[in-house]
Nanobody
């Protein structure tokens, strides 16, 4: 089993930045593609960003492209989401997830392990 723990969420003003971290334990992260998803109140969980096992390929939702950056440090078993130019509509619980594949994947159904989430609130 893999355990994922997110951190780094909080309250930030619009235009500000946050960096989320996702620390994995129980399995070696280098064997998994990783993704970030978010769920706002009253809305379905949506894809945000994904990264291949090596970090060589990334993919972003249109709504965050150019503002968010996903990265990983396999030596530290950790994945990151750098969020810049935050907007109130970015407010959500952010989840990291691991998929037992080496390529970038976007559907939530493709992910095998999920963290508990971290709250991000962007005030205007």
């Amino acid at each position: 089993q893999m355990r994922l723990v997110e951190s780094g969420g909080g309250l930030v003003l619009a235009g500000g930045s946050l960096r989320l971290s996702c620390a994995a334990s129980g399995r070696n992260l280098r064997n998994y593609a990783m993704g970030w998803f978010r769920q706002a109140p009253g809305k379905e969980r949506e894809f945000v960003a994904a990264i291949s096992w090596s970090g060589g390929n990334t993919y972003y939702a249109d709504s965050v492209k150019g503002r968010f950056t996903i990265s990983r440090d396999n030596a530290k078993n950790t994945v990151y989401l750098q969020m810049n130019s935050l907007k109130p509509e970015d407010t959500a619980v952010y989840y990291c997830a691991a998929s037992n594949t080496i390529v970038v994947v976007t559907p939530s159904e493709a992910y095998d392990y999920w963290g508990q989430g971290t709250q991000v609130t962007v005030s205007s």
